[in-house]
Nanobody
Framework: QLQLQEMGPGLVKPSQTLSLTCAVT??????????WSWIRQTPGKGLEWIGY???????GYNPSLQSRASISRDTSLNQLTLQLNSVTPEDTGVYFC???????????????????WGRGTQVTVSS
């Protein structure tokens, strides 16, 4: 069955770059027509969608994080990555890798079905 496993350092210092990996088993990240998102849960903002990478490699980001976030993939390893630059303590939270589908878009706003979630990985930004 599909398994999503987030991996990361756990602790990141302010101003550094957060790098997380999502290992996917039981399904291919290139399978039509899934979208792969990073979502986080923080004390300050609750659940927040960070961005996605599609089955074909197209990316999109939450405008509030676009300047700092970058999502990529390694199809040979069937893995997804998230990089978040210039982190602050407000970036502390649980980060989830999610598989879903987009079923409606209008004016660059889309509705997505976030069907499958990893367990999440805790990220703490502190010196």
């Amino acid at each position: 069955q599909l398994q999503l496993q987030e991996m990361g350092p756990g602790l990141v210092k302010p101003s550094q770059t957060l790098s997380l990996t999502c290992a996917v088993t039981g399904g291919s990240i290139t399978t039509n027509y899934y979208y792969w998102s990073w979502i986080r849960q923080t004390p300050g903002k609750g659940l927040e969608w960070i961005g996605y990478i599609s089955y074909s490699g197209v990316t999109g980001y939450n405008p509030s994080l676009q300047s700092r976030a970058s999502i990529s993939r390694d199809t040979s390893l069937n893995q997804l990555t998230l990089q978040l630059n210039s982190v602050t303590p407000e970036d502390t939270g649980v980060y989830f890798c999610v598989r879903g589908e987009i079923f409606y878009c209008s004016a660059n706003v889309c509705l997505a079905d976030f069907g499958s979630w990893g367990r999440g990985t805790q990220v703490t930004v502190s010196s």
